[in-house]
């Protein structure tokens, strides 16, 4: 990390033995943000977090991190902020207020907002930040909780190539593929494009797993040859064991794919993009929701499918 995120001038609360490492204020633990915050703790950084739960502060401190009492604790001393919280509203109330990361973040940090949100929101913060001497950038990420546990997320950025650049040895600690696609809210953007191309791929998968069941083939072996072939994706490779055992403990939440749908389609109507296929699959995903299966993995499309099929559920 270049010294520019690590002002000789401001204390920090780094590793002595790492003087060039930025100290990380972490807000938001959950699914993503745990293992993401550890993975920077395993890099030799100084993470202090802050989350509303009480075990995912003991998580952090368990791998080494600091807890903090409150946002205000958290970045006070931080050179680098990073946010990873569900949705818009959670960001702007992290963010903005009395009580929030501009108010007490000092000029010349990073904040480096790592959620899935609308492009204008992060378009919105990058404005708002600048005014207080804070510089943002939008850096979404994919490959869902193992992607995070392994640190191969792809991460999606957008923002000034400078503090892309300055940020780039700390997303390699998190991921394997690292892009700044262009300026602030482009990450979120291309992320919410990421989300699209996704929730087709599963559905699609779902409908393949309904229709070899009822076939009676050995669903096993089929996904196995399926995944080596051109209908081989990095969605079965990491799916089709929750379809074979049925397993839909969230990696990622329908709720949370359904927010992303809802951004894709509306960012799809603002620029006049059809998305025809995508709009189908956006009402799949709300309908499982409003049948009380928000809360599982989004491999549990497989169940809206099965009910649609008459099948098991």
């Known amino acids: 990390m270049s010294d520019a995120l690590a002002d000789p001038s401001r204390p920090t609360r780094q590793d002595p033995s790492r003087p060039n490492l930025p100290a990380i204020a972490w807000i938001g633990l959950g699914i993503m943000g745990s293992p993401m ?15 509303l739960e009480q075990d995912k502060l003991d998580r952090l401190t368990a791998a080494g991190g600091t807890a903090a009492a409150s946002i205000a604790e958290a970045v006070r001393d931080a050179d680098v902020v990073i946010t990873m919280v569900p949705a818009s509203p959670q ?43 804070v510089r943002v950038l939008d850096a979404p990420v994919s490959g869902g909780e193992a992607g995070a546990v392994e640190a191969v997320l792809s991460i999606m950025v957008g923002g000034e190539q400078a503090d892309f650049d300055e940020a780039k040895p700390l997303f390699e600690a998190l991921g394997k593929t690292i892009v700044l696609c262009g300026p602030h809210g482009s990450g979120q953007t291309v992320k919410a494009a990421n989300q699209l191309i996704v929730a087709v791929n599963i559905q699609a998968c779902a409908e393949a797993v309904v229709f070899l069941e009822k076939s009676g083939v050995d669903l096993k072996a089929a996904l196995d040859v399926l995944n080596g072939g051109l209908a081989g994706s990095t969605v079965l490779t990491r799916k089709k064991d929750n379809f074979l055992a049925r397993d839909f403990e969230p990696g990622f939440r329908i709720d949370l794919h359904h927010k992303d749908m809802g951004i894709v389609t509306d960012a799809a109507r603002s620029v006049g993009a059809a998305l025809p296929v995508g709009a189908v699959v956006a009402q799949l995903v709300a309908s499982l929701r409003a049948q009380g299966d928000g809360g599982l993995d989004h491999s549990a499309l497989l169940r809206a499918v099965e009910r649609l099929s008459g099948a098991r559920v």
């Open 37 to 51: 915050s550890e993975n920077l703790i395993k890099a030799g950084y100084d993470v202090t977090g802050f989350t």
């Open 91 to 133: 960001v702007e109330a992290i963010a903005y207020g009395p009580d929030g990361i501009l108010a007490h973040a000092r000029p010349g940090t990073l904040l480096i907002d790592m959620s899935s949100i609308t492009p204008q929101t992060s378009v919105d913060l990058a404005r708002v930040a600048k005014d207080k001497g």
